[in-house]
T-cell receptor, first 116, second 113 residues
């Protein structure tokens, strides 16, 4: 099982601040997804990164995949209270089996609280 | 927008009873998954299903668990004899495309008493 370490575990900031959360592993992933999860609900996909060094932007969210495809970061600019939630990264391991289901390994998440 | 749906949203059962959790994946998807999340813990993979058979399973997915796609639209997870430690949120997911974008359902909260 490829372990994904997310940091920080908890983050509490004021509205308008910038923040970066990290997702690190010693394993190489074929792709990495970021999800957001609200209490009692399922993870909601934010973005998928596939290519080493790739950067994707989703409004005020910027996602980066490490060159070696072992780590990723999520940067939020000018955080708003609506950004509050649990941010999960999940990686699909490399597989030589073309019919592999590519099960996702999840990190424990970063719980973000943005106060007005 | 297409979405994964799950029923029931909450299931309460007695230890030792059988439960069936149901999912309707996104209609044109080919890969289907079950994950679980024990309260306060991370999301854990249980099983993936492709071409009418299990393609991968984790150590959690023992002989008490089984999956089925009975009619081309539903995807079910059966737990034959529930244990207290099976209490968790169970999420169904389906694969959207070649880069493994999995879309998750809202979950079924299973409580075993």
């Amino acid at each position: 099982t490829q372990l994904l370490e997310q940091s920080p575990q908890f983050l509490s900031i004021q509205e308008g601040e910038n923040l970066t959360v990290y997702c690190n592993s010693s394993s190489v992933f074929s792709s990495l997804q970021w999800y957001r999860q609200e209490p009692g609900e399922g993870p909601v996909l934010l973005v998928t990164v596939v290519t080493g060094g790739e950067v994707k932007k989703l409004k005020r969210l910027t996602f980066q995949f490490g060159d070696a495809r072992k780590d990723s970061s999520l940067h939020i600019t000018a955080a708003q209270p609506g950004d509050t939630g649990l941010y999960l990264c999940a990686g699909a391991a490399l597989s030589i089996n073309s019919n592999s289901g590519y099960a996702l390994n999840f990190g424990k998440g970063t719980s973000l609280l943005v106060t007005p | 927008e297409p979405e994964v749906t799950q029923t029931p949203s909450h299931q309460v059962t007695q230890m030792g009873q059988e439960v069936i959790l149901r999912c309707v994946p996104i209609s044109n998807h080919l890969y289907f998954y079950w994950y679980r999340q024990i309260l306060g813990q991370k999301v854990e993979f249980l099983v993936s299903f492709y071409n009418n058979e299990i393609s991968e399973k984790s150590e959690i997915f023992d002989d008490q668990f089984s999956v089925e796609r009975p009619d081309g639209s539903n995807f079910t997870l059966k737990i034959r004899s529930t244990k207290l430690e099976d209490s968790a949120m169970y999420f169904c997911a389906s694969k959207a495309g070649p880069y493994n974008e999995q879309f998750f359902g809202p979950g079924t909260r299973l409580t075993v008493l």
